[in-house]
């Protein structure tokens, strides 16, 4: 292990000991908005696991998101949430593998637009099963506080992370980043590339639904408008995109102050909400293509040239 | 004679109406370095590309060591034992030269991971000429080293045969000497070669045998002296230069 990887090491472990702890010393507004930011880091890191290397834009974390609430949702009764949050993880791999298979093949366009629908699919589906039972929505009753749900969040973040790290220096991130370079170079190369790509789709699969499931009982009432809404799926690329997806601690850095000034304005102007996220849209395409990790590189490039130079 | 490491039996490929490759048959035996010419748009490339399963044939068969590979995946082509360069010549943007070299000796017909796939990235990178410059980008290398570059990668899986399309076409006089010479140092070396080129200096110094193309068929093969003087493949090339 290399010295920065050290460093990078402890630094996430104290981050993580203070997130954690934030339950016991943070106010109530703090513990929602420290959801908020939890969810959307374990979302935007795990999509950017596939989506930095690969460029497939997947829009389908709502499908997984609202696969995972759902399973929570009908199995909060008979089985603890543990079970039901790995069992969510599962479905969400499963799912994940099927679509894989049908779409990773495709052109990168192809795989936005199915994606995007997927979502919109199930969510119909659900809809029209819940018209044929006479049901609206499903009641999400459990003793679990803002508090463990939070802590459940960190716990997949640090997750997350340990994965991601340990992808990237395997023969599977290695293969992603080339399959993302030039597929057909890949292909050549000996990558069976449409299973490389089918395995991290399953794994960002996996931890949306996982969100969802550990999330549902703060929604106490979901029913399939509100855990497969497209808005969800649109905030995470877009947050991962502004913190910069070719590096592990990339979405981090975009989910933080997008979800600070997100929360600000749908507090204050909550009309306005769509325009900020299209404006910051803009911004990353513009100026920042590279978001802001991209920018921390530059800027930390330039200070040791700079240096190296005086 | 020994027995042959690639053979090629009727393979065919149309793309709609128009015949690319047209009943191909031609063998490759071990540490031959075999010329494939012809003139433009004559179906060379598309006979590297149904080889190296970058595109599958319509029909004909394509054996590696007896095993049939046609229509393969090229990733499962890779794993037995095939290497290629491109006409247009691929490499990785997004990495440098050492991982682009390494980008060959991870996943195909011979595995390293690790120091040892680094080790042979060095090895390979001071063979063909690039020694120290591993950590360079891609976007500051001259055109040759490119060319270096993605002739290490194809080298790094120790391929059983070696597809080199039109490596040397593209260089100045003085790189061409060079390049003449890196190949024959892999022909030396016994490597099992397909050598796509116009190059005519180096297809005679290079080549143990040619076939030669022209719209799709195979017109003629022999030796370099005898199909160059063929007066089929003389009017096939200047048929083609009058175009
Ligand atoms: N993917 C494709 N789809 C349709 N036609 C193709 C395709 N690839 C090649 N062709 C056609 O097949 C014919 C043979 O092309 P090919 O690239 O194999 O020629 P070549 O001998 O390599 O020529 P050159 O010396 O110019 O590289 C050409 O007419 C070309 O236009
Ligand atoms: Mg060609």
């Known amino acids: 292990m290399s010295s920065t990887e050290i460093q990078g090491f402890v630094f996430a472990a104290l981050a993580l000991l203070v997130a954690g702890a934030l339950p016991y010393f943070g106010s109530d507004y703090v513990l929602s908005l420290g959801i908020s930011i939890a969810m959307f880091t374990v979302l935007a890191t795990s999509w950017a696991l596939f989506s930095g290397p690969t460029h497939y834009i997947s829009l389908a974390t709502a499908a997984f998101f609202g696969l995972g609430t759902y399973t929570t949702g009908l199995g909060f009764e008979s089985l603890p949430i543990w079970s039901l949050i790995i069992l969510a993880g599962v479905l969400g791999a499963v799912l994940a593998a099927l679509v894989g298979l049908a779409t990773l093949r495709l052109s990168g366009v192809y795989f936005v637009i199915f994606t995007l629908g997927l979502a919109e699919l199930i969510r119909q589906v659900i809809t029209w099963g819940q018209n044929m039972t006479g049901q609206k929505g499903l009641y999400v009753l459990t003793d679990l506080t803002e508090a463990h749900l939070y802590q459940m969040l960190v716990a997949l973040a640090a997750l997350v992370f340990l994965v991601g790290w340990l992808i990237g220096r395997s023969r599977l991130g290695f293969a992603l980043r080339i399959i993302g370079d030039d597929e057909t170079v890949a292909a050549h190369s000996g990558i069976n590339t449409a299973q490389a790509k089918v395995l991290l789709f399953m794994v960002s699969g996996a931890v949306a639904a996982m969100t969802g499931a550990i999330l549902a009982p703060r929604y106490i009432y979901i029913e399939p408008s509100l855990a497969f809404t497209p808005l969800l799926s649109f905030q995470v690329v877009i947050m991962a995109l502004l913190g910069g997806v070719h590096r592990l601690w990339g979405p981090i850095v975009g989910v933080i102050p997008f979800t600070l000034i997100l929360e600000t304005i749908s507090a204050n102007f909550p009309n306005q909400v769509t325009l900020f996220i299209g404006i910051v849209f803009l911004v990353i395409v513009y100026f920042i293509p590279r978001g802001f990790a991209g920018l921390i590189e530059t800027v930390r490039n330039w200070s040791a040239w700079r240096e190296a130079r005086s | ?243």
């Open chain 2, 1 to 243: 004679m020994n027995q042959a490491v690639l053979s090629l039996r009727g393979v065919t490929k149309r793309f709609g109406g128009l015949v690319a490759v047209n009943a191909i048959d031609f063998d490759v035996r071990q540490g031959q370095v075999l010329g494939l010419i012809g003139p433009n748009g004559s179906g060379k490339s598309t006979t590297l590309n149904l080889i190296s399963g970058a595109l599958a044939p319509t029909s004909g068969e394509i054996g590696l060591r007896g095993v049939s590979i046609g229509g393969l995946r090229a990733d499962k082509i890779a794993k037995r034992g095939v290497s290629r360069t491109f006409q247009l010549v691929r490499l990785l943007p997004g990495m440098n030269v050492e991982q682009n070299i390494i980008a060959g000796a991870v996943f195909g017909h011979r595995r390293r991971w690790g120091a040892a796939a680094k080790a042979e990235a060095a090895r390979l990178a001071e063979r063909v000429g690039l020694a120290g410059k591993g950590h360079m980008a891609i976007d500051q290398l001259t055109y040759i080293d490119s060319k270096r570059v993605e002739l290490a990668r194809a080298l790094a899986p120790d391929p059983k045969v070696l597809l080199l399309d039109e490596w040397l076409a593209g260089l100045n006089p003085t790189e061409l000497q060079v390049g003449i010479e890196l190949i024959q140092s892999l022909r030396e070396e016994g490597r099992t070669i397909i050598l796509v080129e116009h190059v005519m200096d180096a297809i005679r110094s290079l080549c143990d045998y040619c076939v030669v193309m022209s719209s799709g068929t195979k017109i003629a093969e022999g030796t370099p002296a005898e199909v160059l003087s063929d007066p089929e493949v003389v009017r096939a090339y200047l048929g083609d230069e009058d175009a």
